[in-house]
């Protein structure tokens, strides 16, 4: 593993970031620097001045980026996306996870690569717990929801909070719908009418 | 082939992507058998990639894109085909209230002119530094663009050197207006609807229309994969004829309100401001004074569809002419390669355009002598500013 090498990491969410800082510390790469501001990009970047750039494909400012390919009184540094005409599949497994690297010119390939494969792994990671962390808040929003429907049904029909379940669970099996939209229903229908 | 056919199509949000988007959303691809996913981008960078590896069927690309990916300039080598042209033209320059200040001290003579426009940076330029000032920024959206192409030829042609006298840099269509407000670009060259949302905000004024540096400029391409065509050339064919019928609906004027209503939604700016980007009535300066022309954006009308393989040697000569790519006979072929006028052809029937009064190189270029498209050294022997 490469250590010395000056790694700039382009990404506007902080979380997603500290993640793949954080792995490629543990991989012994101390020289890693976060730039979460997009504005005066290449100003910043060669402030940095990495050997590798990551940047998630979120961002707007990935154009930016590739200007650095071209030679010109802007460009200090000319730098390449990290592309390997024979590897297409680390090329689409970056895409799909929604990361892109860059290097400076010069540098051989096999230097990045595990970066890159680790870069791939985290930003997968994040989107799995990023889906993990939605679906959670929505099992929280639907058991507020469908308790405050229990709590007037309860109210309104005299029933045990057992049985306010029960229908509510029995009507949303008969109307084909999830319990939590019934739920939301009944409190609509409650609003309503008050 | 039974059923709907899915096909997903990326696309930045502008105003020349009217065509797909209105095939998607009119019903045009649904007659052709079609269901179209349109997959909006932030990046030119994300839209080559995702179609170099097939997460897209097609998109709308920036024609020098296509072409440089089959070149394999700057990125990896993939061969992109562009059957359909979704527009000519749409870029305007917009200025700085304090450039244009500049310049119209400057100006011998009407600045709508852009030969005048062009000498009246070169004595700007040379003012500022002479006085040591820092040098003029201006944003344009990509290395591979027809903006900055557009805006080194106009300001190459009065004298600028825009490598040497100015800043080129690349910002993201939506960040430009921002950037001219805080003064991080004197100047930028982008696509509508953004020249229009500067000057709205009274923190820009339209220079030019590109229609007025070139008058037939290639802007961006139905692009696809020189592979998924070969392997699906009905499907394209499908996709071409719904693309000509969403062209001919954005070019009907009687269709406007239902336009305006679709890429309201799509590219999320006001309505006002699409309905004037197409009907080529646009405010040039934050008190009001309105430019017209029939030529701001072509989409549907004087052959705008059919790919120009002038065209494509043109944007390869700029490339050429500012040391992004080689000249070479055989890149000159490939490049020419790409415009495929004949994949058109075959696909859509439909009467010729009446094309009196366009000019007969295909380009119309403000200065210099006609283009030839067999000659880019010729074209590039008329300019004493140059790298390549």
Redesign the interface.
Same mark, same amino acid.
């Given at each position: 593993m490469d250590q010395s090498l000056k790694i700039a990491i382009v990404d506007k969410n902080p979380i997603r970031a500290a993640i793949l800082e954080d792995g490629l510390r543990e991989a012994g790469h101390v020289h890693v620097t976060r730039i979460g501001d997009t504005?005066?990009l =290449?100003a910043r970047i060669y402030a940095v001045d990495p050997e590798v750039i990551l940047i998630d =494909?979120?961002?707007?400012?990935?154009?930016? =980026?590739?200007?650095m390919?071209?030679?010109?009184?802007?460009v200090k540094r000319p730098i390449a996306?990290f592309?390997d005409?024979s590897d297409?599949a680390s090329?689409?497994a970056a895409?799909?996870a929604g990361v892109?690297a860059y290097i400076v010119g010069g540098l051989h390939k096999d230097r990045i690569k595990n970066i890159l494969d680790l870069c791939i792994s985290r930003f997968n990671a994040f989107a799995r717990l990023q889906d993990e962390l939605d679906r959670a808040r929505t099992a929280l929003e639907d058991r507020k929801v469908i308790d405050r429907a229990k709590g007037i049904l309860m109210k309104a029909k005299n029933l045990t909070e057992d049985e306010a379940y029960v229908l509510l669970r029995k009507t949303a099996m008969n109307e084909k719908k999830k319990i939590a939209e019934v739920a939301q229903s009944v409190i609509t229908a409650t609003e309503l009418l008050k | 082939m039974t059923g709907v056919q899915k096909l997903r199509i990326g696309y930045i949000p502008l105003a020349d992507a009217a065509v797909p988007i209105i095939a998607a959303d009119r019903g045009f691809a649904s007659a052709e058998g079609l269901e179209i996913e349109l997959v909006r981008e932030v990046s030119w960078s994300n839209v080559r990639d995702k179609l170099n590896i097939g997460l897209f069927d097609a998109a709308h690309l920036l024609a020098p894109v296509a072409i440089a990916s089959s070149l394999g300039i700057g990125h990896v080598k993939v061969p992109i085909l562009a059957p359909f042209n979704l527009g000519l033209n749409g870029n305007a320059i917009t200025v700085s209230p304090f450039l244009y200040e500049a310049l119209a001290d400057a100006a011998a003579g009407d600045l709508t002119d852009p030969m005048v426009s062009a000498r009246a940076l070169a004595r700007v330029v040379s003012a500022r530094r002479s006085k040591g000032v820092e040098p003029l920024t201006f944003g344009m959206t990509f290395p591979f663009s027809t903006h900055n192409y557009q805006l080194r030829f106009w300001m190459a042609a009065g004298g600028v050197d825009p490598d040497e006298d100015v800043r080129l840099v690349v910002l993201p269509p939506p960040y430009m207006v921002d950037s001219l407000a805080n003064r991080q670009v004197d100047a930028f060259c982008v696509g509508a609807p953004w020249n229009s949302v500067a000057v709205d905000l009274g923190v820009g004024r339209i220079l030019h229309f590109m229609s007025e540096i070139l008058a037939r400029g290639a802007e961006k391409v139905l692009a696809v994969r020189g592979r998924w065509a070969d392997e699906n050339p009905d499907l394209l064919c499908r996709l071409l004829r719904a693309h000509a019928a969403a062209a001919a609906f954005v070019a009907g004027a009687r269709n406007r309100d239902a336009l305006t209503e679709v890429l309201a939604k799509r590219i999320v700016v006001s309505r006002d401001l699409i309905r004037r980007t197409f009907e080529g009535s646009i405010k040039v300066a934050p008190d009001g004074t309105v430019r017209t022309s029939d030529r701001y954006l072509l989409i549907g009308r004087k052959d705008a569809g059919r790919p120009d393989r002038a065209q494509a040697a043109w944007l390869y000569a700029q490339m050429v002419r500012w040391a992004q790519a080689p000249l070479s006979a055989q890149m000159l072929a490939t490049a020419k390669a790409v415009f495929r006028p004949d994949l058109y052809d075959s696909a859509i029937a439909e009467a010729k355009s009446d094309l009196a009064g366009e000019p007969s190189d295909g380009i119309g270029a403000f200065a210099g002598p006609a283009f030839d498209p067999d000659d880019i050294a010729a074209h590039l022997s008329a300019w004493r500013i140059r790298r390549g």
């Open positions: 504005s005066h =290449l =494909l979120e961002n707007p400012s990935r154009d930016v =980026l590739e200007q390919f071209q030679m010109s009184r802007v996306m592309v005409q297409t090329i689409e895409v799909d892109s | -």
